[in-house]
């Protein structure tokens, strides 16, 4: 295993937010009207429909973008997305950013250290300001405490702060209306792009709302696997990503962008840019992903980034983010495996897996997590990236028809190779 | 009567798998007797028993597994097999779904899990249920549970025994997993024992003094890492076998 474990202390957060996650889901469903089972279904099916067919739908989703005004790029990976990224922010510095994980899966170190980039989600400013990575997708800062965090704003602004949330939360607030007021460039990543050229942003603290309109110029970021067919599938994607992602029955604020802020209040002469970005610019962004549809891994780009899997993961609640690479948990790994390289899956902890199916089970697209695990785990054994561990084992099954070997009577075998 | 039985219907199998065959020993023994008991009639393949090809599966060596299931299948062919029964939920998980899915309609034996057949033995009125004794707790195997639905006949068998069942927070479709499974017992020790060791404090929660499962790995791993509470598989609550 690579990594540290996560501390005592840590994992009692997790779990005491995590048990308090379960119940708030129940209730949101309830309150829904919605059966899970039945809710699930309904969802894998949108996704299964809109993969199978995503060829047309991007390019009718990429025309009627375009027809609405918002310059559509394509990115095959993620050094063409980065450098469309430095073409649209060239000669501006101040940048504001939302949560986007697709914006996570193309940084690297050095990639716009010229440039002033604020972030505006409460949780990853709090990463950003500790110099920490995120912990869990839907919730960054799960493991730091809120004296922890009162004591890094001491530091670093020279402000004294009770440790309460709502103190740390309005310090933030007004810090941050500063930045974002003075920004030149908002990126946002997106929930659901639809095939008649919406784009929809959900969010419960308003500065996405911020960061798409204030600043000049709105860049978003996306896999293309976020392309669905109509806004009404879009919109139940939107509703399971509360559910399952916090258990609530809906975000705060949902965004649908679909074009350049605009005006025709002066003698019906359209002008762009009223209030809102005079400039909307999406990336799609392939990465690893066609490669997934072409190897048998289409169910992973169901995925709609919840963060549901890592929530009862036994895996995840020893090592935390060790399990994984720009995504958590087995989603991560695969997605890795596929994105960055087999070797990085295999650094992400992909031995660690149990096969418990806890993932498939809390997955609202009923993505079989564990089935794709397996698979790609053959890819590895194709590579030469096995473990001692199972080229013993497998050793043993071809030799003796067991994974133990040979069997001395009245012995019991050392190394449980099961199962 | 063998032979009568293949022109009727193949025979019956107990599949106690590698790990209860070669490790938990203790198990194997009681579960052929209570099979006996109950008035089953079948066969065993002993030395030429192979693994199920569950590991391999697992650590992905997907060749290795088809023909691991073209041997068994023919192995169990050449025996008129026609149903499996076995206390391990892997290699129950393994035949029943893997299978089906490796060797297509070739795969026609039916495969139960023994708490399965247990609990409908207790609906016979073949297994005596006794008076409730004592509180334990249960932990749902992933393989059995998650992997196979089955949640209620290992609770059926409990109490039967004269227990009564006390939940842990996460159990059924929301139990943790022990952390043995996957091969992480074996390729990541540490991790494993760490699992279980939060699994067996999950338990201890309930205030029960007993944790029972139903699954030879998810029992070894966690009584290895028990303390204060003992574990027992679900077999070794039958006092009288
Ligand atoms: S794999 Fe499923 S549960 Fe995990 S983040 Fe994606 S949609 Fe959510």
């Known amino acids: 295993m690579k990594g540290e474990f996560l501390s005592e202390k840590t994992k009692a957060v997790l779990w005491k937010v995590v048990l308090e996650y379960r119940e708030k889901r129940k209730m949101a469903l309830l309150r829904n009207n919605l059966e899970y089972e039945n809710f699930r279904e309904e969802l894998y099916q949108i996704k299964k429909k809109a993969i199978s067919e995503i060829e047309s739908l991007k390019k009718k989703a990429i025309s009627a973008l375009k027809e609405n005004g918002i310059n559509v790029f394509e990115a095959k990976d993620v050094k063409e997305a980065r450098e469309i990224i430095e073409k649209l922010a060239e000669g501006k510095t101040k940048i504001i950013k939302s949560k986007s994980n697709v914006f996570n899966e193309i940084e690297e170190e050095g990639f716009l250290t010229d440039k002033e980039l604020t972030e505006t989600d409460l949780g990853d400013f709090i990463c950003q300001i500790m110099g920490e990575k995120e912990s869990h997708p839907v919730l960054p800062a799960i493991h730091l405490t809120p004296e922890e965090i009162a004591k890094k704003i001491k530091e670093k602004f020279n402000v004294d702060l009770e440790s309460k949330p709502e103190k740390i939360a309005n310090f933030v607030r007004n810090l941050l209306r500063e930045k974002i007021s003075q920004s030149e460039i908002g990126i946002s990543g997106a929930n659901a792009i639809t095939s008649d050229g919406k784009i929809l942003i959900l969010e419960n603290e308003g500065n996405i709302s911020l960061v798409s309109k204030w600043p000049q110029t709105h860049i978003i970021v996306s896999g293309f696997e976020k392309i669905v067919e109509n806004l009404e599938s879009a919109l139940k994607i939107v509703k399971a990503s509360a559910i399952w992602g916090t258990g609530q029955d809906f975000p705060v604020y949902v965004s649908i962008i679909s074009g350049p802020s605009k005006t025709a209040d002066i003698q019906n002469q359209v002008v762009i840019g009223a209030q809102g970005a005079r400039e909307v610019n999406l990336i799609l962004i392939d990465n690893g992903r066609t490669k997934l549809l072409k190897e048998g891994f289409e169910e992973l780009l169901y995925c709609i980034n919840c963060g549901a899997c890592l929530n009862f993961c036994p895996v995840f609640h020893q090592i935390g983010r060790n399990y994984g690479s720009k995504y958590l948990g087995s989603k991560g790994i695969i997605f890795a495996g596929f994105s960055e390289s087999f070797k990085k899956a295999v650094d992400s902890n992909c031995f660690s897996c149990t096969s418990c199916m806890a993932c498939y089970q809390n997955c609202p697209v009923k993505i079989n997590l564990p089935e794709l695990m397996k698979k790609l785990r053959g890819y590895l054994e194709k590579e030469n990236l096995q473990t001692g561990v199972n080229k013993e084992m497998i050793e043993n099954i071809r030799e003796f028809g067991n994974p133990f070997g040979k069997t001395e009577e009245g012995k019991i075998p050392k190394r449980l190779y099961c199962c | ?241």
């Open chain 2, 1 to 241: 009567m063998k032979i009568f039985e293949k022109i009727l219907g193949g025979n019956t199998l107990y599949y106690p798998g590698c790990l209860t065959k070669f490790v938990a020993k203790e198990l194997k023994e009681k579960y052929e007797k209570i099979l006996r008991k109950i008035g089953i009639d079948f066969i065993e393949l002993s030395e030429l028993e192979k693994c199920c090809g569950s590991p391999a599966l697992k650590a992905g060596y997907l060749e290795d597994f088809k023909k691991l299931a073209e041997e068994n299948l023919k192995i169990f062919k050449d025996h008129s097999v026609k149903k499996i029964i076995t206390n391990c939920p892997a290699c129950a998980m393994t035949f029943k779904i893997e299978y089906s899915k490796a060797l297509g309609k070739e795969w026609n034996i039916e495969v139960l899990h023994i708490s399965q057949v247990l609990e409908k033995a207790i609906k016979e009125g073949k297994i005596k249920k006794k008076e409730i004794k004592e509180k334990i707790t249960f932990h749902d195997p992933c393989h059995l549970g998650r992997g196979m639905g089955i949640f209620e006949e290992p609770r059926e068998i409990i109490k039967s025994q004269g227990y009564e069942i006390s939940e842990m927070e996460l159990s059924r479709n929301e139990s943790f997993c022990c952390g043995g499974g996957g091969g992480v017992k074996s390729n990541e020790p540490e991790l494993a024992n760490k699992i279980a060791k939060d699994r067996i404090e999950q338990a201890k929660k309930t205030g029960a003094k007993i944790l029972c499962t139903n699954c030879p790995l998810c029992y070894l791993h966690l009584k290895e890492n028990a303390k204060e509470i003992e574990v027992k598989e679900l077999i070794e609550l039958f006092e009288d076998l």
